[in-house]
Each structure stands twice: as C-alpha cells, then as structure tokens.
C-alpha cells in the first residue's frame, strides 16, 4: 500500500466507525424522547462526503504526502475528538434533539457555535491538499458550503424550539 492509501483507508475506516457510533447514539437519544430534526438534507450531506472520499480514492491513491498538509489534518482530528468527546452520547451525524436537556456550552461550544463543522469543512479542504488535489479541495469545499449552510439553518432552527421549550 502506498502513503496515500494507508491514509485514506484510515479516513475511510474512521468514517464508517463514525456512522456507527452515530447510529448508535441516535438509537439511545431517540429511546429517550429525542426526535429527529430537518432529515431531508442528510441524503444530500452523505452524498458529497461520500462522493468526496470517492474521488480522493480515484485520484489520490498514488500521490505523494504533503508533509505540512497532513499535520494540519492532524490537528482538525484532535479538534474533531474534542468536538466529539464534549458531546459524548449526544453527538450524531444526524440534528437530534433532546427536549428539554440544555444545550452543550463547554469544550470547544465555548467558543464556537458549531465548531463541528468548523473542523468538517476543513477536513474537506486540508485532505485533497495532502495529495497534491487542490481541484478537489476546491469543488467539495464549494459542495460542502452549501450542505453546511442548509444544516446550520436547520440546526438553529431546533435549537430555537429547544431553547423555547426549555423558558416556557
């Protein structure tokens, strides 16, 4: 195998891990009374990332490693365990919402409002950088803006009702 490949089949292993805890905590939320918010757009969100580890497969397999690219991925993953570490059972790929529990506001949620996909959104840039494919940085960070701007809308809009229900 080459650099490349070994570094791809561990993203792709960790995301397919990801859709499993995932899944699992969706099942465990959803048990206690959690319901799923604005479902229409995840079909959309799963085919560009998808189609992005697609297409760094097709054409990046063979590349050289960038060395300052994949220290920057390094440090997206640290922040990506901090994001997911902070929400614990609570973290999904999916916007679930739990009536009533209050709102993450510690880890990186102290600073950032979505700080998930903060490191989403760079991951889909710095990844194609460390295979020498600017092309595809370029087109799924564009792919990816627009999935990320629908899902944040979406997701404010149940934190809202969260919140709301939560006052009255």
């Not at 097709?58 to 991925?73: E, L, N, S, T």
Request: with cysteine; glycine share 6%; proline share 7%.
């Amino acid at each position: 195998m080459s650099p490349a490949e070994v570094i791809l089949a561990l993203v792709t292993a960790q995301r397919g891990a990801e859709l499993i805890l995932s899944r699992h905590n969706t099942e465990r939320l959803k048990a206690r009374g959690a319901i799923e918010v604005a479902p229409g757009h995840y079909p959309l969100m799963v085919a560009v990332h998808a189609s992005w580890l697609a297409a760094l497969w097709g054409f990046g397999h063979d590349k050289p490693i960038m060395p300052a690219a994949i220290a920057a991925y390094l440090v997206l993953q640290a922040l990506r365990a901090w994001v997911m570490a902070t929400l614990g059972p609570r973290w999904t790929t999916r916007i679930i919402v739990l009536p009533n529990a209050p709102l993450v506001t510690d880890g990186p949620y102290r600073y950032f409002r979505h700080p998930n996909y903060g490191v989403v959104c760079g991951e889909i840039t710095v990844l194609p950088l460390v295979l020498h494919l600017p092309e595809i940085a370029v087109l799924f960070t564009a792919l990816n803006a627009v999935v990320i701007f629908i899902r944040i809308r979406a997701e404010d809009r149940a934190l809202q009702v969260s919140r709301k229900q939560r006052h009255e």
